[in-house]
């Protein structure tokens, strides 16, 4: 059976790097006492999926694992927050009746980051999803090249504490630290990346639309039979 | 920058974070923080077990928080200097300047300029006599103690010997002294009564005073953490480790360690079984390491197996068995690890040889060992010598690449295909503790002869492939171990001009240690050559528990070949069974 455990990754935990993240799983899945699946081979691992990787340094509300377990949807939750590092926090799961393929199928994400005196040039910053053509310059490997960004940006909100970003994610990433950094010195206002929050993320729908991920997990599930 | 900007910076961040799942309550009420520093990177740091202990005895004491902290790698030193923020704990980012009492656990003698690392980041004075009360009391532990002598003028005080008991003692004084107002200075005075404390300032090499190391009597009955912190990023020894026993019955000669820990003293098996259960539900981690100083030689260990074993399967969990002795191997215990690669260290290439250091193992039992290795379907064997031991020649190094022909002869008498043999050499270092304390290390250039020999010898034998060790690191780890105080402000100089991190071969630079040397005009072949049998070293202030006539009458054996036999044929009078049961002794 195949299910998605829906978790943080907050405090201490965002610094730690996607490879490593998988190991925390695997050692509270045990202590839990789930009977996990394992892989057949050499050295068997545990049937276990992280999502898209969550850059290190950014908290997140919206983080999805799919794992292969005998244990039922009802107990895992529960049993699986028993013993789950601080920070990794469970918050829902679902029970797809097929594999959701959670990391291949997310498009987008929602950030919100924290900045000061943006909401003074709040026209020009969310004007800039209008833009056909944005060159942000991205380091890669201390090599620095420009870089077209206006097709990875599908909204911006400025409230007067926070920006609100939907940014690509998942196969195509801009990451929303960086992106944040560069709509601050390019409209003069300071982005405090270091309070960035990740609340939300979406697969393509079938209208081609914004799919929410917990709307399209839910509609993989097994309809309630009526009682 | 903030912390937390810092940390974004910084090439692995969660080395800095803290969070670990099974952290204590560090919110408790206290009037003793502790701090742990760890002169190395988080990654060698949280590997270590004596940590993990102490981390928990400390934190189960009422009144008492312990934290822990580890040497920043250089990148994050470089931010913490460019932020202006001193190091702090791992836990509540507390500076290290802030707490009751730091712990520097130095695990062996290339991590002394770490000490130093740590202390300067966290702007602490290197030399005791330069701190006053407001700073902490600074405290040294860990297998270094042997001979404390060259970090002495370092610590306030170090614990010799096992600390479980000596630092649950001295949180308890402090907390005294600081109720009753009373300062470091007569802290220090009563500490030193404790079993197994030395205050370097009020025991000086002019008026000496004997320091007994500590052991814990019952060991059996002696707390053994099993909710152990679960390191935030991959570690050196990412595992769960259980503690079989203490002590070694075999007595190699050159093993420090083997006569350090002494005497023999071992957890049951029922003991085992309840504590490997709790460590697989409280950690999750997916191997359990059955630690000792010689695994293969735990008197149950068979019973042990098929206890944990069932408990392991069912929870996919690995059972790793190090330190397996080649004549303890047997084919069970290889039958349920994945047929990787096997570790042997039969030390030296000669049967002349394995007597003087009294390795207790045969020609015989090496083929038996590997055979039961090769029919399990090993192909890949690693092999442990030492090189520059005492009474060593040509014909001892060669006998080595006859032992790697012989064993593929072996192989290929069972099977097809290749097999890999990895020769490892590291090179002799006379320790403390051992019957070979006096000896001489060869100089470099000689260990530069036997290692090109061996590597030219055995490049000859197909499959076979050879490392050996750094001489210039080799040096300066004997420098140290049987080093004195007049070492102290080499560690300063050579610190000062660079050195770090010694024990990482990017970062170490012998040139600066020997600028430092002639500077400071000290004599390196003091250290180097052969010590007077008639004097007093410097750290035979610490009773070990083996008295010295052992060890004299050791080293006698030794340069006649003669081995000594394990403890289990029966008790060789080493002295140690003053200081504890030998569970040795009483089985007979």
Not at chain 2, 288 to 309: A, M, Q
Not at chain 2, 554 to 569: F, I, L, V
Request: proline fraction near 5%; include cysteine; charge should be negative.
């Amino acid at each position: 059976m195949i299910l998605v455990l829906k978790h943080y990754k907050r405090g201490p935990m965002i610094y730690v790097s996607h490879i490593d993240l998988l190991r925390h799983f695997t050692r509270t899945f045990r202590r839990a006492g789930f009977k996990i699946d394992f892989s057949n081979g050499f050295n068997p691992h545990m049937l276990v999926n992280l999502g898209t990787p969550l850059p290190i340094g950014i908290s997140s509300s919206s983080e999805y694992l799919t794992v292969s377990t005998d244990t039922p949807k009802e107990e895992f939750l529960e049993r699986y927050n028993a013993v789950a590092p601080q920070g990794l926090e469970g918050i829902a799961v679902f029970a797809p009746t097929r594999n959701p393929n959670v990391a291949g199928r997310t498009v987008a994400a929602d950030y919100s980051v924290k900045h000061l005196g943006a909401e003074q040039v709040r026209r020009e910053v969310e004007g800039v999803v209008n833009l056909l053509s944005l060159m942000m310059p991205v380091t890669k490997k201390g090599e620095t090249a420009m870089k077209e960004v206006a097709s990875l940006v599908n909204g911006i909100r400025v409230y007067p504490n926070s920006i609100n970003l939907c940014l690509a994610a998942g196969n195509t990433t801009l990451r929303p630290d960086k992106f944040a950094l560069f709509l601050a010195e390019r409209y003069g206002f300071e982005a405090q990346v270091t309070d960035t929050w990740k609340y939300e993320q979406y697969v393509r729908g079938e209208n081609g639309a914004l799919l929410e991920m917990d709307e399209y997990l839910t509609s993989l599930e097994e309809p309630p039979t009526d009682a | 920058m903030t912390f937390e900007e810092i940390l974004l910076k910084a090439e692995k961040p969660a080395r800095y974070s803290g969070g670990e799942y099974n952290t204590p309550d560090m919110d408790k009420p206290c009037d003793v923080r502790f701090c742990i520093c760890m002169p190395d990177l988080y990654e060698v740091g949280m590997s270590n077990l004596g940590l993990k202990i102490l981390y928990h005895v400390l934190n189960n004491q009422e009144g008492v928080v312990c934290e822990r902290c580890f040497a920043p790698a250089l990148d994050f030193r470089a931010l913490l200097k460019e932020s202006g923020l001193p190091l702090a704990s791992l836990e509540t980012r507390k500076p290290l300047r802030d707490f009751d009492m730091l712990g520097f656990s130095v695990q062996y003698e290339m991590l002394y300029t770490g000490v130093l690392y740590v202390m300067e980041a966290a702007g602490i004075p290197f030399y005791a006599k330069d701190r006053d009360d407001t700073y902490p009391i600074v405290c040294g532990g860990g297998p270094s103690a042997i001979n404390p002598e060259p970090l002495a003028d370092f610590f306030d005080l170090f614990m010799v010997g096992e600390g479980e008991e000596t630092i649950v003692a001295l949180t308890a004084l402090w907390r005294k002294c600081k109720a009753k107002g009373k300062g470091k200075k007569e802290f220090l005075r009563l500490a030193q009564k404790i079993e197994g404390v030395y205050v370097p300032s009020l025991n000086t090499p002019a008026h000496r005073t004997t320091v007994k190391k500590a052991v814990i009597r019952d060991f059996d009955a002696c707390y053994y953490p099993t909710a152990q912190l679960m390191p935030t990023l991959e570690v050196v020894h990412d595992r769960a480790m259980l503690e079989l026993y203490r002590g070694c019955q075999n007595g190699c000669r050159f093993c420090q360690a083997g006569y350090y820990y002494r005497p023999i003293r071992y957890r049951k098996e029922n003991t085992l079984k309840c504590l490997a259960e709790r460590l697989i539900r409280e950690t999750g981690f997916d191997e359990i390491s059955l630690g000792s100083l010689s695994t293969g030689d735990y008197p149950w260990l068979e019973e042990l197996l098929s206890d944990i074993g069932p408990i392991a399967e069912e929870s996919r969990v690995h059972l790793a068995l190090p330190s397996l002795r080649l004549s303890s191997f047997k084919k069970e215990f290889a039958e349920n690890s994945r047929k990787s690669s096997l570790t042997f260290a039969p030390e030296a290439g000669t049967q002349r040889l394995r007597d003087v250091i009294n390795k207790n193992v045969t020609e015989e039992e090496i083929r038996e060992g590997l055979s039961a290795a090769f029919d399990q379907g090993y192909t890949s064997v690693k092999l442990y010598f030492m090189l520059g031991l005492p009474t060593e020649t040509d014909e001892d190094l060669l006998g080595i690449v006859e032992l790697v022909r012989s064993i593929r002869r072996l192989f290929y008498e069972k099977h097809k295909g290749g097999v890999n043999i990895t020769v490892s050499c590291s090179v002799f270092i006379p320790k403390p503790g051992t019957p070979f304390q006096w000896e001489a290390q060869i100089s470099r250039e000689e260990m530069a002869r036997r290692q090109f020999l061996l590597k030219d010898e055995l490049r000859k034998v197909k499959g076979a492939s050879f490392h050996y060790h750094d001489r210039e690191t080799s040096e300066l780890e004997a420098i140290f171990a049987r080093g004195d105080r007049a070492l102290a402000p080499l560690i300063v100089r050579a610190y000062e001009k660079g050195a770090m991190f010694d024990s990482w071969t990017e970062h170490f630079h012998y040139e600066i240690w020997e600028e430092a040397m002639a500077e400071l005009g000290i004599d390196k072949e003091k250290y180097l050559g052969a010590q007077p049998l008639d004097e007093p070293l410097p750290w035979e202030f610490i009773d070990i528990g083996v008295s010295r006539s052992f060890l004299l009458r050791e080293r006698e054996r030794a340069y006649r070949a003669e081995c000594t036999p394990g403890c289990d044929k029966g008790c060789q009078g080493c002295g140690a069974a003053r200081f504890a049961p030998c569970d040795e002794v009483k089985k007979k």
